[in-house]
């Protein structure tokens, strides 16, 4: 995704938008918008993380889990694929393990997980 517009848009991000030949389903700017709205949301859910950690102390996985199950709510504003690497991309900014995100097939979710985690 090279144009005049300076923001890099990572292979992980590219991934969630691309076909098995690699090539995007959406218009590059949509991407582009699109990992936009998912960096600004993974940042802006690291402080509610740490918050949710120190006043309930349960484990780094089950609020990560947790917050992947509201992201992947129909009302969330988010696509399946993006809620994973949202969810990814919030561990890697709080340098916690990511834990495995239930794919499709398992019950409550509604779409596959990525192949590629957030970076």
């Known amino acids: 995704m090279e144009d005049e517009n300076q923001i890099w848009v990572p292979p992980s991000f590219i991934a969630v938008f691309s076909d098995a030949r690699q090539r995007l389903r959406e218009p590059s700017e949509v991407v582009r918008q699109r990992y936009e709205l998912c960096e600004d ?19 780094e996985s ?51 997980a990525p192949d590629s985690p957030a970076g």
């Not at 889990?65 to 009302?75: E, F, I, Q």
């Not at 991309?89 to 509604?110: F, I």
Request: glycine content about 8%.
């Open 41 to 59: 949301l993974a940042n802006q859910l690291v402080e509610h993380a740490q918050l949710l950690y120190h006043a309930q102390a349960p484990s």
């Open 62 to 112: 089950g609020i990560l889990l947790s917050l992947h199950a509201g992201l992947r709510s129909p009302d969330a504003g988010v696509s399946p694929g993006e809620a994973d690497w949202v969810v990814s991309r919030l561990a890697e900014l709080l340098n916690w393990d990511c834990p495995a995100l239930p794919a499709a097939t398992d019950p409550g979710a509604t779409e596959a």
